[in-house]
């Protein structure tokens, strides 16, 4: 599936195209049929293809795929639109979290500011560890998502949670092309740290204009990112 994935993000399969049958991408995969129907069922719930009885499988446009789907984000990432996924992201994490931080600042039981200090903790400690062990990179991402959750949380409302949840999921693959682990002790971690502390001090305009500073950061990560490929387009050009 995620071949097949791949093939359709990155236009070796467009738009419109019919999908190989079920027969024959069993046989192209050495695989069963049944593994290959179960394929197509997939890729059609991430909006890959529409299925139709008796014409088979097609490859949707777009703006029909799930792009919070962990497998169709990595291969947006991997490919040319990888870029303008990430901002699509930043995009929305703007709309949902610095209006969520203010929410956080008011809101905030103890045991919420106990879990988004736990998270900072827990990020603190995975930074220090990368920093002698790389393989202890997923620790720090991991507690990051985790203080973003937390933060979602003390805001009370289940129905940005529910709203959050998907995007949360998702940045935990599309984080990665973002990393600057040498700016974390100097960036990083202390907008987090402003973060918590408005939230804590139950300020409810320091604590968006924090989570704004964060993710202006952020956005100058996504720009460096951006430059870097299309530098690597152009060398390969």
């Known amino acids: ?11 070796t399969l467009p738009a419109g195209a019919a999908l190989p049958r079920e027969a024959d991408l069993a046989s192209g995969f050495g695989v069963s049929r049944g593994v290959a129907r179960e394929c197509i069922r997939g890729l059609e719930e991430r909006g890959l293809v529409t299925v139709k009885h008796g014409r088979g499988a097609t490859v949707s446009e777009a703006d029909r795929w799930d792009v919070f789907d962990p497998e169709v984000l990595g291969a947006l990432l ?11 992201y ?26 988004l200090s736990d998270a900072f903790a827990r990020m603190s400690a ?13 620790l720090y991402h991991e507690a990051d998502v985790a203080f973003h959750r937390a933060l979602i949380a003390a805001t ?10 998907p995007v949360h999921r998702a940045l935990a693959a599309a984080r990665r092309p973002l990393a600057r682990p040498e700016h974390r002790r100097d960036r990083s971690l202390p907008e987090h740290r402003r973060i918590l502390a408005a939230i804590a001090s139950r300020d409810p305009h320091e604590a968006p204009a924090a989570m704004s500073a964060h993710l202006d950061t952020v956005e100058l990560y996504l720009g ?4 870097a490929r299309e530098a690597e387009r152009h060398d390969s050009a």
């Open 1 to 11: 599936m995620r071949v097949l994935i791949a093939d359709i993000v990155g236009g």
């Open 156 to 165: 009370g409302n289940r129905a940005l949670g529910n709203m959050t949840e």
């Open 224 to 227: 460096e990112y951006t430059a």
């Open 90 to 115: 930043l995009e929305c994490r703007r709309i949902l979290e610095i209006e969520a931080a203010g929410l956080a600042a008011e809101r905030a039981t103890e045991g919420d500011l106990a879990a």
């Open 78 to 88: 991997d490919c040319e639109q990888g870029a303008d996924i990430l901002g699509e």
């Open 126 to 138: 995975g930074a220090e560890r990368v920093r002698a062990n790389p393989a202890a990179e997923d």
